[in-house]
Each structure stands twice: as C-alpha cells, then as structure tokens.
C-alpha cells in the first residue's frame, strides 16, 4: 500500500490539471467573442473566394509525379 500512496500526488495533480483544462474551456465557451456575420458565414479557402472550381479534376501525370518523389523521397 505504501507504494500506491507514492503516486497519490501525482492523482491528484492529473486531476487538477483535467479539472482546470475543462473550467477555463467552458469559460470561454460563454465569455468569448461571438463574431457572426455575412462575411463569416461564406466559404473561404486559402485567400480566395469560391469560383466554382472545386471539384475539377487533376491530370494524371500530378499524381505519378507525386508518387516517383515519394518512392525516390523515403
């Protein structure tokens, strides 16, 4: 029994740790800023708007490119 009290401390410390992780994320759940708007609801994909190109599809020779440097890579 010695040895379990040993790691009480630590427990202890785990469970502080999840008990402060889950209050200060439910804090900022209420308190945080709500920013919603027109400008936040529209899709945005790396600094541009949508164009209508998504679902276009790559040529071949992208993907035997990728895997010859995979191979040669690893």
């Known amino acids: ?3 379990a009290s040993d790691y009480l ?3 202890y410390m785990i469970i502080l740790g ?3 992780a889950t209050t200060f994320s439910i804090i900022g759940l209420f308190l ?3 920013l919603r708007g027109d400008a936040k609801e529209t899709p ?3 600094g541009f708007l949508k ?3 998504e679902g276009h599809r790559y040529d071949v020779k992208f993907y035997m ?3 010859v440097f ?3 890579d690893v």
């Open 65 to 67: 490119t990728a895997l």
């Open 18 to 20: 999840i008990i402060l």
């Open 1 to 3: 029994m010695a040895i």
């Open 32 to 34: 945080g800023p709500k």
């Open 51 to 53: 164009d209508g190109m």
């Open 9 to 11: 401390p630590i427990l």
């Open 70 to 72: 995979l191979i040669f």
């Open 44 to 46: 945005f994909e790396s």
